[in-house]
């Protein structure tokens, strides 16, 4: 079992910067494909960006690329994301998940989310 806690959310005028963090307990995050995803209010969530386990291969929404940096401490079971340049319609929830296939068994872990607010 994976549990996941984010921090580092918060309230942020148009054009600042956050860096939010995800840290693991319970298992290493060796071996697992880390997301972000997010959840305004009103819509569904949404894919932001990945980071395979070795940390080599990232991927991005096209409307965060550029301003988002996925990146993780193996040795410190965190990923993390950092967010430049940020709008108003980045305002969202933002989720952690860690996800793996081991033996034919998908794992998939989901954080609580913390509050991001962009103000105009």
């Known amino acids: 079992q994976v549990q996941l806690v984010e921090s580092g959310g918060g309230l942020v005028q148009a054009g600042g910067s956050l860096r939010l963090s995800c840290t693991a307990s319970g298992r290493t995050l060796s071996g697992y494909t880390m997301r972000w995803f997010r959840q305004a209010p009103g819509k569904e969530r949404e894919f932001v960006a990945r980071?395979?386990?070795?940390?080599?291969?990232?991927y991005y929404v096209d409307n965060v690329e550029g301003r988002f940096t996925i990146s993780r401490d193996n040795a410190k079971n965190t990923v993390y994301l950092q967010m430049n340049s940020l709008k108003p319609e980045d305002t969202a929830v933002y989720y952690c998940?860690?996800?793996?296939?081991?033996?034919?068994?998908?794992?998939?872990?989901w954080g609580q989310g913390t509050q991001v607010t962009v103000s105009s």
């Open positions: 980071v395979t386990w070795s940390g080599g291969n990232t």
């Open positions: 998940n860690a996800q793996t296939t081991s033996w034919g068994i998908k794992y998939d872990y």
